[in-house]
């Protein structure tokens, strides 16, 4: 089944007692059993419901795993993923993950004995130079957040394999409809689907696809016992996004090219990071990973005075947090999204307060592009 099929295909498609053409929001907490243990495969709703049910088999075949789970937050999807893990395991990952990925490994999982170390991942001897005895995984995030840095999936993953730690991909920013790290090697998929996957603000919520039956059968294990699920309206919703996610990828896609190229010709920008952009140091890499480059574009204006001065003018651009939906947001990760990474590591990682990050929707370009061209004048 091709992307676009899938999405509208794929997981459970409606409801076979009824014939509604959609997968119904199953409010519901508990099942009639007809004899003690004896059920119609549902028992309690934090173990499985039917509307979330149906969104967990729609991930996993969008992902191409072999099972998936839906969560309340993307934090709560990487947090159940991180309890696979016990105490003295070692993680390796991307040095500039979301801003709430560092805080839970080195504020709250460290606590619990789970150990990190954060690795420009975008180089493989990075990460073989990070191996420890007791490394367990190699969780990446490409492209990242908000440097659009590159990461080689077949490549790491391969690497990982051979050491035998399990490979960790958040493909937010990418989606299953652009880039598919299972199919590349990858044992684990997430998502934070607050993002693209719901695609329109009005939802906060976490997936995750794994590719076999002892990953899925550990992670149902944690997702029941810790209980950070998904509620079915939610879980509805975010049905509702996967079936425009391919419409609105291209979309996006159209008007982010149209935009980097304006931003790249504009003596206010000093530096401009997209992974589309030929000058990016792994574009090819983006290329062949992926079947697009994604909405998401940073670009420095050189100071917070003027980052501020650009916000204060537009129109269009939404200051907000978060990033993938259908109208355009901007934001200033030094002091928004990463304000929780010290500023010492935020200067390290090359974060400055000049950064202005854009998540490009689906408006009319030019309307975006003559918004841009007056804050930025
Ligand atoms: C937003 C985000 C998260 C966290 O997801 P929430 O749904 O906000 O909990 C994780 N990873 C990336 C890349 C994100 O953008």
Redesign the pocket.
Known sequence: MKKLTQMIHGGITGDAQTGAVNVPVYQVSTYKQDKVGEHKGFEYSRTGNPTRHALEELIKDLEGGHAGFAFG????A?SAVMMLFSSGDHVIMTDDV?G??YRVMTKVLNRLGIESDFVDTSSLQNIKDAIKPNTKALYL?TPT?PLLKITDIEASAALAKEKGLLTIV?N??STPYWQTPITQGADIVLH????YIGGHSDV???LVAVNSSELAEELHFVQNSTGGILGPQDSWLLIRGVKTLGLRMEATERNTEKIVAFLNEHPAVSKIYYPGLEEHPNHEIARKQSGGFGGMVSFDVGSQEKADEVLGKLKYFTLAE??GAVESLISVPARMTHASIPPERRKELGITDGLIRISVGIEDAEDLIEDLRTALS
Do not use: Q, R
Request: aromatic fraction near 10%; charge should be negative; proline fraction near 0%.
């Open positions: 937050s993307g934090m709560a990487i979301y709430g990925t995030e957040n958040d937010t920013f934070s689907a607050t993002k906060v919520a976490g978060s990033l």
